[in-house]
């Protein structure tokens, strides 16, 4: 079974940077089945790895594995599109039915 893992980069406890988490743990949740690990930085206390990432706006989620590395920019609200781009597996069609 492969192992994902992904680094969510956001500023601070902001509502954009909660939404971020929530989303994208609901879509690993819902599409990997505990397969995945996830790093949250705050790039405000953690400038340094922010930078180390390239990051330039938050929230900013880098899929780290399986290679290769994809990157998606935005709070992650569009469940169906977020998955694509971050090429998780598995039917996207179901996301319509766990989205708020």
Do not use: W
Request: overall charge negative.
């Amino acid at each position: 079974m492969t192992t994902y893992s992904f680094t969510l980069y956001v500023a601070g406890r902001t509502p954009r940077s909660e939404e971020a988490v929530s989303n994208l743990r609901r879509l690993c949740d819902g599409l990997l089945h505990g397969a995945y690990e996830l790093q949250i930085v705050d790039a405000v206390e953690r400038p340094e790895l922010a930078e180390e990432g390239r990051v330039l706006a938050t929230p900013t989620v880098i899929r780290l594995a399986p290679p290769p590395k994809r990157r998606v920019i935005g709070d992650l609200s569009d469940h169906r599109r977020a998955a694509a781009a971050l090429g998780l597996p598995g039917p996207h069609e179901f996301l319509t039915e766990v989205q708020p």
